[in-house]
């Protein structure tokens, strides 16, 4: 099933409320696996559900966290 455009529109914004975090604190959260409370109306960031965001990639690339 793919996800309809509100569904893609909600990714969207979930991923951009995470990057507008301290990006040291969604780094280390990734390293340790811990979920993360974006906000109240924006839910948590589950790594094993939602996945690495497209735009922390190459953060963690460069960081020599991810090959």
């Known amino acids: 099933m793919s996800p309809s ?4 529109l909600q990714r969207i ?5 995470l990057e507008e975090m301290n990006r040291t604190f969604v780094i280390e959260a ?3 696996r811990e979920r993360v409370c974006i906000s ?4 948590v960031w589950d790594w094993d559900q ?3 965001p ?3 990639l190459p953060v ?6 991810l090959p």
């Open 40 to 43: 109240k109306r924006h839910g």
């Open 13 to 17: 914004r979930r991923e951009d409320a």
């Open 50 to 52: 939602d996945g690495i």
């Open 54 to 56: 497209a735009w922390l």
């Open 60 to 65: 963690l690339r460069d960081s020599g966290l």
């Open 5 to 8: 455009a509100r569904d893609r």
């Open 30 to 32: 990734f390293i340790r």
